[in-house]
């Protein structure tokens, strides 16, 4: 078996141009934006929204530069995968938890035909078919091909990757009351969806018995891997890493949402012990701002 080598390094600078900007705009905004926009008793933003960002900028640099671009575009599919991944599934939410909802209301425009676009495509349906559709387009055989024939066509999939996997996770971890997230059990059903949809065209790359992607035939592969190999680990990494993320997410939600649900009946529980010792018209008084905050 021949031994394959890690690429030489390579310079990206559309990737370190997309990251600067990503950095240099959130500063900016920061600086010049948030003072005017927020009041002076509110944070601009938080430390906790710096390093999400910071992260997602990270992420989409790890993601674009050598030696994840190189191998995905020249030797291996399955890095492929894992670069996409990186971008819908790690940078996209990354940078939209650090993005306070001033700065993205300021971004989309409010009130704007962008702004009201982007909320109609934020929910439910429309979301779910965005990602699946994407998730099609880019991994369609004609369309890798074509992608990775033309720079200007792969560096507009990847936009095209990128933008719409902002719009998808918004319903998750929109900051904006105007886009509201769903409510966790509707969350915890929308991914599930999203994690189950994939399956079929993960399928089609891990258990297909020919090689799609022409463009991969005659290059070299790292770890001894045949091209059909490479492409039916880029499936296995499809269908179980992602699954995986998505699924661990659920998990996150379902057992905020039940400890959420149980702190406020504790609280219910208690305001009713301590009714129990106060006159009837004082206890009556206090029953409709119970209710109140039971339905909030």
């Known amino acids: 078996m021949i ?3 890690m690429p030489a390094w390579q310079a990206q600078p559309d990737v370190w141009l997309v990251v600067a900007a990503l950095a240099a705009g959130y500063w900016i905004a920061i600086v010049r934006v948030g003072p005017r926009l927020v009041s002076p008793v509110q944070p601009i933003v938080t430390r906790l929204q710096v390093t999400s960002f910071s992260l997602g900028v990270l992420a989409t640099w790890v993601a674009g ?4 671009h190189i191998v995905a575009e020249q030797m291996n599919y399955s890095v492929h995968m894992v670069q996409h991944l990186i971008f819908a599934m790690v940078a996209a939410p990354l940078l939209l938890l650090g993005t ?3 700065m993205l209301r300021w971004i989309l425009g409010a009130p704007s035909r962008r702004f009201a ?3 109609s495509l934020a929910r439910f349906v429309p979301a779910l078919l965005i990602f699946n559709l994407v998730l099609i387009l880019t991994h369609w055989p004609a369309v890798v091909n074509a992608g990775l024939e033309s720079g200007l066509i792969h560096f507009t999939l990847h936009a095209i ?3 719409s996997s902002l719009v998808v996770w918004l319903p998750v971890l929109s900051p904006l009351p105007e886009i509201p997230r769903l409510a966790p059990p509707t969350r915890m059903l929308y991914l599930f969806a999203q ?3 994939p399956v ?11 090689p799609l992607y022409r463009f991969y035939l005659d290059k070299p592969h790292l770890w001894g891997l045949s091209t059909l190999e490479d492409q039916q680990v880029a499936g296995l990494i499809m269908k179980i890493v992602a699954g995986v993320l998505l699924w661990l997410l659920i998990t996150v939600i379902f057992f905020r949402w039940a400890g959420e649900d149980q702190k406020s009946s504790q609280q219910m529980n208690r305001k009713r012990e301590l009714n129990r010792g106060l006159p009837n018209n004082q206890a009556n008084r206090d029953v ?6 039971g339905a909030l």
Not at 65 to 68: F, I, K, M, T
Not at 288 to 293: E, L
């Open 3 to 5: 031994a394959i080598q």
């Open 195 to 197: 994690s189950v949809l």
């Open 288 to 293: 409709p701002a119970i209710n109140a905050q």
């Open 161 to 163: 990757l990128f933008v």
């Open 117 to 119: 676009v982007v909320r």
């Open 65 to 68: 530069d050598w030696p994840v």
């Open 100 to 102: 306070p909802a001033w």
């Open 200 to 210: 079929v065209p993960a399928s089609f790359l891990a258990y297909g018995t020919t």
